[in-house]
């Protein structure tokens, strides 16, 4: 009975341990809401833009953007891992409306791949990037 005991809390101890230490969610949508460089948080530039990341529980994004009083629109789909802290977006689709503009951003192009590491800060998850070899943090918040 005492070995069955300990055998139980020591159980309960490695999936409490496993659950505190577990990889915040990602899952839900994301608001474009600022960026971080060189040592200063600056919110976002341009409040006409309106740009949302979708993560779902199956492995797939959504990633679309626009501008108020603008006709540019831009949407792809993908799949998408989160592990070890890195996250890999693959371009799987992209909306055959898109405006002609959407194509100068090099993530919006089929079979595109990026890897970028990436930190949850409360209801934010900063992605990293670099200009000019300095660390540049595009960060969304969560809004549900």
């Given at each position: 009975?005492?070995?069955?005991f ?39 530039p341009?409040?006409d833009?309106?740009l949302y990341f979708t ?14 009083n ?41 079979n595109?791949v990026?890897t970028?590491?990436v ?5 934010e998850?900063?992605m990293?990037?670099?200009i ?7 960060i ?5």
């Amino acid at each position: 009975m005492r070995r069955a005991f300990r055998i139980l809390t020591a159980s309960t101890l490695l999936l409490f341990s496993a659950l505190c230490f577990a990889q915040e969610s990602i899952e839900g949508l994301w608001k474009y809401d600022g960026f971080f460089y060189q040592e200063h948080r600056f919110e976002n530039p341009n409040p006409d833009l309106h740009l949302y990341f979708t993560f779902f529980a199956n492995g797939r994004h959504r990633l679309e953007w626009w501008r108020e009083n603008d006709q540019e629109y831009c949407e792809r789909t993908g799949s998408m891992e989160l592990k070890d802290s890195n996250l890999t977006l693959t371009t799987e689709w992209l909306n055959p409306k898109n405006h002609a503009n959407c194509g100068k951003d090099p993530d919006m192009r089929l079979n595109r791949v990026t890897t970028s590491p990436v930190e949850f800060k409360g209801d934010e998850l900063w992605m990293q990037l670099e200009i000019d070899g300095k660390p540049f943090f595009y960060i969304v918040k969560r809004i549900r």
